[in-house]
């Protein structure tokens, strides 16, 4: 795989095959893992058909090899992973953990960049300096 994504405690590989594996908590404390598409601004989501959760819930994300919670230090709705492109730059990804809510950002720490994707993204770009 040319491009990596990594749990930002354990560096541990998140994506296998064509997915992104996340270990998630509904509010009721079900757990299951969740599936997610790698290309940036494809919010297609994979699940066990049992695992439930509402439209708009707030879902707890935690990396599938450590456990540790993904949430960002930036805002309690945003989780953050590492995404390594295949010129082996290092960008912080941060996305939304509403179930739902598409809103992903892709930032480059050391040059301040931000890009942003999905339909809800203009909820957080005050607070991450894009107004």
Do not use: W
Request: hydrophobic share 35%; glycine share 8%.
């Amino acid at each position: 795989m040319k491009e990596n994504f990594l749990c930002p405690h354990c560096r541990g590989y998140l994506n296998v095959g064509e997915y992104i594996i996340f270990s998630v908590r509904n509010k009721q404390g079900d757990a299951g893992l969740i599936l997610l598409h790698p290309e940036i601004g494809n919010y297609t989501v994979v699940k066990h058909p049992l695992f439930f959760y509402d439209e708009g819930e707030h879902l707890e994300f935690r990396c599938p090899i450590c456990h540790k919670k993904l949430a960002s230090d930036v805002h309690d709705n945003l989780a953050r992973i590492i995404y390594i492109d295949e010129k082996k730059r290092e960008y912080n990804i941060l996305f939304s953990m509403v179930a739902g809510e598409k809103s992903t950002f892709k930032m480059i720490e050391d040059e301040g960049k931000v890009e942003s994707f999905g339909e809800h993204a203009r909820k957080y770009l005050d607070i991450l300096g894009m107004r």
